[in-house]
């Protein structure tokens, strides 16, 4: 596909007015103010006048399957959510749950142009599955819980890790991952969590935690293991020796903050989720500063309850601003850029979440010629602060369109949604 004339927030995420851009065999190959030389080479020419060309987005953290879950709790303190709604419902949840729930949650994020995210949760063989066919990307985690002392050889989970690093790790040219994971401090215990990351440095791996989400987490886990944080509890268990995304951070000091940098942790806002669930406000401003790499989730849709990121962008920019009494700090480049390279470098796709040539072929396109959207005196301020998921018209993940206009070409959307219906009124009936 060849976009003509299409203004683009380019590398250094500044916009740039009607340029060319060309994508072959899944590579962006082409950016200019002008025709490539070899335009007629490409196959589809798409006019971009009056559209908005950006990296697609990469959502750090999730649950796909909790689509089933949306608007089944409400209201609720994170630790009764959790233990009284949460966990029973995802008892009752069987393998094919998981697949079609990430079915419907990869369609929602195409629509929003979201290609990619990461995700903790179990049946990964089948969420795999799920996301393989949407043609979206994923970093798919079996994440440890271990409550009463185990090891990671005394759980199920190891043979599930390694069936899972044989036959599902790359699948999808590259685009399937499996990560390690740990849910939280609280969920399991100390010699669990070393195995895993033991595990995990063994194989190459890189790991995802849930991490300092809740004041009340922060405190329990000082008291239970000699006033260490929860992050530089999991690094005296050598977990941030690994490549790692930890997923919410709301309940970090200075220090752990230092921590966090020195290992070149990422940290995955989970803004909205926070909010909802009354968890807080993340130091986004402060670990900006300090040089962590802050990438965004939505989480599972029990918390969110939506994929649509450029939400959560607007939402990370504002409680920055709100929290700090700051009008100027966490800009809109440095929000755009949590949304899209920050998250792609914390899945280890290095070649994705810019414009520019050789970069991976991930790409949304936004229709710009609403009322919300003029006039363009600052489109990147009118990205973050006017957009709106819904004016993603075309969403593309290695060159290949995910969603288009209303439709998905990967998926059937109203197959999915009667399951996941059907589904959710099933397990619903079984508590
Ligand atoms: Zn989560």
Same mark, same amino acid.
């Given at each position: 596909m060849l976009f003509e004339n299409v203004d683009i927030i380019d590398e250094r995420f500044e916009h740039q007015l009607n340029r060319w851009v060309g994508v072959c065999d899944g590579f962006i190959t082409y950016v200019g103010d002008k025709a490539p030389a070899d335009a007629a080479s490409f196959g589809e020419r798409y006019d971009g006048r009056g559209k908005l060309l950006m990296s697609a987005l990469y959502n750090a953290h999730t649950h796909s399957s909790m689509t089933l879950l949306r608007g089944y709790a409400e209201n609720l303190p994170l630790q009764i959510w959790l233990n009284e709604k949460v966990f029973p419902f995802e008892a009752k949840m069987m393998p094919e749950d998981c697949y079609w729930g990430t079915l419907l949650s990869c369609a929602e994020m195409a629509r929003f142009g979201v290609v990619s995210f990461s995700d903790m949760y179990y049946h990964m063989d089948h969420v795999a599955r799920a996301v393989e066919e949407s043609g979206l990307k994923a970093n798919l985690c079996d994440d440890l819980l271990a409550l009463n002392g185990e090891r990671l050889d005394d759980l199920p989970l190891r043979a599930t890790v390694d069936q899972l690093i044989s036959e599902v790790h790359g699948r999808g040219g590259g685009r399937v991952l499996i990560d390690c994971g740990v849910h939280s401090e609280y969920t399991t215990n100390p010699g669990a969590v070393a195995d895993m990351a033991e595990y995990a440095a063994k194989h190459g791996l890189r790991m995802q935690l849930h991490c300092s989400e809740t004041r009340l987490e922060r405190e329990e886990c000082k008291r239970r293991h000699d006033g260490m944080t929860p992050i530089k509890y999991f690094e005296s268990l050598g977990v941030l020796d690994l490549p790692t995304t930890a997923a919410h951070c709301v309940w970090v000091d200075d220090e752990d903050i230092r921590i966090m940098v020195e290992r070149g942790v990422s940290v995955a806002a989970n803004p909205v989720s926070n909010m909802k669930l009354g968890s807080g406000f993340a130091p986004i401003a402060r670990m900006l500063e300090a040089g962590v790499n802050v990438c965004v989730g939505t989480d599972g849709m029990a918390s969110n309850n939506n994929y649509d990121m450029l939400q959560d962008l607007y939402v990370l920019a504002l409680i920055s601003k709100g929290s700090m009494l700051d009008p100027s700090v966490v800009s809109p480049k440095q929000v755009l850029f949590a949304g899209t390279r920050a998250g792609a470098l914390s899945q280890g !796709?290095?070649?994705? $979440?810019?414009? +520019?040539? $050789?970069? !991976? +072929?991930d790409l949304c396109v936004l229709d710009v010629t609403g009322p919300s959207w003029t006039p363009m005196t600052n489109p990147l301020f009118n990205v973050v602060f006017a957009g709106h998921g819904s004016d993603v018209v075309l969403t593309m993940c290695d060159g290949r369109v995910v969603y288009r206009d209303g439709e998905w070409p990967t998926v059937d959307v109203e197959r999915a949604k009667a399951e996941v219906t059907a589904r959710t009124n099933r397990i619903i009936g079984q508590l």
């Open positions: !796709r290095d070649d994705c $979440g810019l414009i +520019a040539v $050789g970069m !991976r +072929a």
